[in-house]
């Protein structure tokens, strides 16, 4: 399976097929990917016998009509669209010097069909995320100390009968996470095994009840100071925060 067929296949699953009508004309998500991809060959650079620099900074130029489109997709087509560019990278040996960052933006001046991507390697700074996925749902430990549980003063509150009002705290001090049970009822796992309290490495699963907790860690890098005047730029999607900002 291609790389561009994965990632058909990749958007089918997160957008339903009533969907699909919406694309009769302009721009395909596919053809983003395709430009993208096009981008990455055309820009990498060998610097060194070991090591061929692409660009890791992307803005994706659309018309108002194609901006449009895309918009209503959300967090799916960021997701895939980064996958794509991290799969491509890999496979042809490419690195970069920082997080890749990807925006699609709104320009005036492209007429409905059409797109135009520019990029740049930009090393930037990296900041490390600590989040919860719960349901599908993704949830930032925006403080040092979350608390889970059923009660509604938990700080993320699950409908799960099996779990206590406050039933786990995850710590999280940027770099590293723990997992503590706030003796619980019916008790917490780490990764299938019955814990007290536990270092939490990313990916790793707590389990609560019925509910199935996942730790991640992401990297969010700090994007450039931007070249462009925000006449360029009236809405832009941002993949690392999975939304849509003015």
Known sequence: MGLLDSFEKGLERAVNSAFAKTFRSGIQPVEIASALRSELDKK???????????????????????????????????????????????????????PVSIALTRDDALSTGTLRVESETAQGRVAWRGVVDIDGARHPLSASRTVIGRGSDADITIPDPGTSRRHVEILWDGERAMVRDMNSTNGTQLNGRKVTEAPLEPDSTVTIGRTDIVFRVIAQATPPRPTTSPADATRAYDMRDGGFRS
Not at 49 to 62: E, G, K, Q, S, Y
Not at 69 to 79: C, E, S, V, Y
């Open 44 to 98: 990498a650079a060998v610097v060194s016998r070991d090591r061929i620099l692409a660009p890791n900074t992307f803005t994706v130029r659309l018309s108002p009509a194609d901006d449009e489109k895309m918009r209503t997709i959300g967090p799916a087509l960021g997701d895939e669209l980064d996958a794509l560019v991290q799969k491509h990278a890999r496979a042809q040996g490419y690195s970069f010097a920082g």
